[in-house]
């Protein structure tokens, strides 16, 4: 068994994952990328926004992104755009716009 | 050679007995008939305080081998039991156990499946669970039953292995009834199958298991990893027995043969039944039929070359088997047989006997009907096809 390289996993040959397709380590879930699936796109108005913080606490995927204490902005990599944030927001700051591919 | 201790017991009662001298760390169990008197000896045990065993009553297979999943991913060594209808629900699990590649222990009484209900024995059963990815070891008797539950134990968790082995034997003419065995003390058997040491350990160190394998995955190359691993478990296995056989005095083969010297016909069969092939076959041998014999222990992997030199020099194979596979050509057993010598470049013809489903015995004379319709084949008068012996009122034409 190879060192577990997740970035590398395309090159392993069969022998060389790791064994039952376990991944031995934590915590490396935020290298994989699943914020593909969105179809609609949480963005945050700072002109309404209040900094109460709810989105953060309510997103379920961690993907509020702060910055000492405050919202900056969305973690459109993980973010899979369930909505939720811009359902609890009390100020209605966050607006869930569809993704629409430029290509 | 360790001191070995008789002892009058059941099949079960053996293999409780075996369980308890392997102390497992975990074992999450339901019951169902004809594997019921296992759990109840062992939780007897666990209730004593003898074995540290966390005993996990659950409330159903399909929880006993969820359970046994989540304990072995965790690093603990686990054994459970059941029967039939038990492992039929145990049948997702089953692929994930050995997919995950755990080394889960898991003893199946061999009962037949519904419907008609039927609490008797027969391999139904096991298999269903045939193409499930587990080590599958048929015994004959209640020492063997015994023996193997301790083999199964090291064969799982040796690190060229990691797969779940499911040991079989047949309901109640094993599991209930009275055998003379032979124990080894239990120091030996601790020592034998020694710790445990899992490739990860939750205990130590946080790990993903059972993670998501997007489009365009690994999960073709885990299959195949898996398939090499049970390939070659085949001579794992026979380390085992013959390390096995320096503690015990008893060496165990995938295959055991007798009579084949030489033999036109050779009856191959796995389970208890075994015996009574080998009491017709050691009649017909001292009447000048040139019979033989093969005992089938390890079913998964298909020890299927061993199987095609055995033989070799044979012209006819009468293959038993204590489940059908409707609408095939073959049962499983006579299909693995055929696909053996197909691929070792030798055609031969195959009787397939279908024969003892739900519990139907299979009486002595009901061999020699098998062995004058093998006689007429060898003649020609009669073609090799599947047959159902013991049919009431209908004798084998």
């Known amino acids: 068994m190879k060192k577990f390289e997740i970035d590398k996993l395309e090159t392993y040959g069969v022998d060389e994952h790791p064994v039952g397709a376990h991944i031995p380590e934590a915590g490396n879930s935020e290298l994989y990328e699943t914020g593909s699936w969105r179809t609609f796109r949480p963005v945050i108005d700072f002109e309404k926004c209040i900094q109460c913080l709810y989105c953060f606490i309510y997103c379920p995927d961690s993907s509020i992104r702060l910055e000492e204490g405050k919202v900056v902005g969305i973690d459109y990599k993980h973010c899979k755009g369930c909505g939720i944030c811009s359902s609890e927001c009390p100020r209605d700051a966050i607006e869930m716009k569809e993704e629409i591919r430029e290509d | 050679m360790a001191q070995a201790q008789i002892m009058n017991l059941t099949g079960n009662q053996a293999v409780a007995y075996a369980m308890k001298q392997i102390n497992p760390d975990v074992v999450p169990a339901y019951p169902i008939t004809p594997q019921t008197p296992i759990v109840e000896e062992f939780a007897t045990f666990v209730a004593n305080g003898v074995v540290e065993t966390e005993l996990v009553r659950v409330e159903s297979e ?99 292995v990691f797969l779940p082995v499911m040991i079989n034997y047949d309901g109640f003419t094993i599991s209930h009834s009275i055998d003379r065995v032979e124990v080894l003390d239990d120091t030996t058997v601790r020592e034998f199958v020694g710790s445990y040491n ?24 885990f299959k195949k990893a898996q398939s090499d691993a ?93 489940a059908n596979s409707p609408g095939a050509e073959f049962a499983p057993l006579a299909s693995d047989v055929a696909a053996s010598l197909f691929k070792a470049g030798k055609v031969m013809p195959i009787i397939n006997v279908i024969y003892g489903l739900g519990g139907r015995d299979l009486e002595l004379d009901e061999i020699d009907e098998v ?16 047959i159902w012996i013991s049919l009431k009122g209908k004798e084998v034409e």
């Open chain 2, 62 to 160: 399909h929880s006993a081998m969820s359970s046994a999943i989540g304990s072995a991913a965790a690093g603990a060594r686990t054994m459970t039991a059941t029967s039939s209808q038990g492992l039929a629900l145990m049948w997702e699990e089953l692929y994930i156990a050995s997919g995950l590649r755990l080394p889960i222990v898991l003893i199946n009484v061999n009962r037949a499946l519904s419907a008609p209900i039927n609490i008797h024995c027969d391999h139904s059963d096991a298999m269903g669970a045939r193409d499930s990815g587990w080590i599958m070891i048929f015994n004959e008797n209640a020492q063997e039953a015994y023996d193997t539950t301790i083999c199964a134990v090291k064969i799982a968790e040796d690190k060229r």
């Open chain 2, 198 to 221: 899992p490739p990860y350990n939750m205990l130590e160190k946080p790990i993903t298991v059972g993670p998501f394998d997007s489009l365009g995955g690994f999960y073709y190359e």
């Open chain 2, 230 to 322: 049970i390939e070659r478990s085949l001579s794992v296995i026979q380390e085992v027995y013959d390390q096995y056989a320096a503690i015990s005095g008893r060496h165990y083969h995938h295959l055991e043969s007798e009579n084949i010297e030489n033999a036109d016909i050779v009856f191959i069969i796995m389970g208890s039944l075994t015996g009574s092939v080998r009491e017709k076959v050691n009649q017909y041998r001292s009447q000048g039929i040139k019979a033989g014999l093969i005992k089938v222990r390890t079913f998964r992997p298909f020890p299927g070359d061993q199987l095609a030199q055995m033989v070799a020099g044979t012209k006819l194979l009468v293959v038993f088997d204590r």
């Open chain 2, 371 to 386: 062995l004058n319709f093998s006689l007429k084949v060898l003649s020609g008068d009669k073609k090799p096809r599947k």
